[in-house]
C-alpha cells in the first residue's frame, strides 16, 4: 500500500508502514498504481513521480500547475487532475494535455479507459467515454474533492462540508453525510 504526505510516500509492506525517499521538495497530493512496481504519485508545480520498484523517478509533465489526484487502467493509460482543469494522459511514453473546460479537479477515477469520472469545484463532474470529456449534472453545489466506486453504477464523489453524492448509473443525487 502507498499514501502520500505533504512531502512523504509512505509505504506499508503488510506489516509496517515506512517513509520512501523520492528525491523532490514538491507537495504531493495523490498516488496510484497497477502493482508495487509501478505507482504513480502527483503533486504541486506539476510534480509526477514513478516508482519502478526500486526508485521514484520524476517525469515530464509538460505543466508547472499543481495535480491533485491521479488514476489509470494501466501503465500505458494513466491520467492526472489538478488546477485550471489541466487534465493529462500518459499513453506509456509521454504525458499530454486534454481539454476540460472547467476551472479545477481534484479527483478522477473509473472503471475502463472509456468510462471516466473527474471532480471538482463548482460541483464539477466530468465523465470521459474514450473520446470526449463531457459535464454531468452534479446533484449538489457543493465543491467536490474526491471520487471512487465499485462499478458504473454506483459512484461516490464527496466534497467539502461533509457533502456525499452517489451515482446508480442514471443520475447523480445527495446522499447525507
Do not use: K
Not at 504519485?41 to 510534480?47: C, D, I
Not at 514513478?50 to 523517478?57: I, M, P, Q, R
Not at 515530464?60 to 500547475?65: I, L, P, V
Request: net charge negative.
Amino acid at each position: 500500500i502507498y499514501a502520500v504526505g505533504y512531502y512523504d510516500i509512505l509505504h506499508y509492506d503488510g506489516s509496517v508502514w515506512g517513509t520512501m525517499r523520492t528525491g523532490t521538495s514538491s507537495p504531493l497530493m495523490g498516488v496510484w498504481g497497477t502493482s508495487s512496481s509501478d505507482v504513480y504519485a502527483v503533486g504541486y508545480n506539476g510534480t509526477i513521480l514513478h516508482y519502478d520498484g526500486s526508485v521514484w523517478g520524476a517525469m515530464t509533465s509538460g505543466t508547472s500547475s499543481h495535480l491533485w489526484g491521479v488514476w489509470g487502467t494501466s501503465s500505458s493509460d494513466v491520467y492526472a487532475v489538478g488546477s485550471g482543469g489541466l487534465i493529462l494522459h500518459y499513453d506509456g511514453t509521454s504525458w499530454s494535455e486534454m481539454t476540460s473546460g472547467t476551472s479545477s479537479l481534484s479527483g478522477v477515477w473509473g472503471t475502463s479507459s472509456s468510462d471516466i469520472f473527474a471532480v471538482g469545484y463548482e460541483a464539477m463532474i466530468l465523465r470521459y467515454d474514450g473520446t470526449s470529456w463531457s459535464e454531468m449534472a452534479s446533484g449538489t453545489s457543493s465543491d467536490l474533492s474526491g471520487v471512487w466506486g465499485t462499478s458504473s453504477s454506483d459512484i461516490f464523489a464527496v466534497g467539502y462540508d461533509g457533502t456525499i453524492v452517489h451515482y446508480d448509473g442514471t443520475g447523480w443525487s445527495e446522499m447525507t453525510g
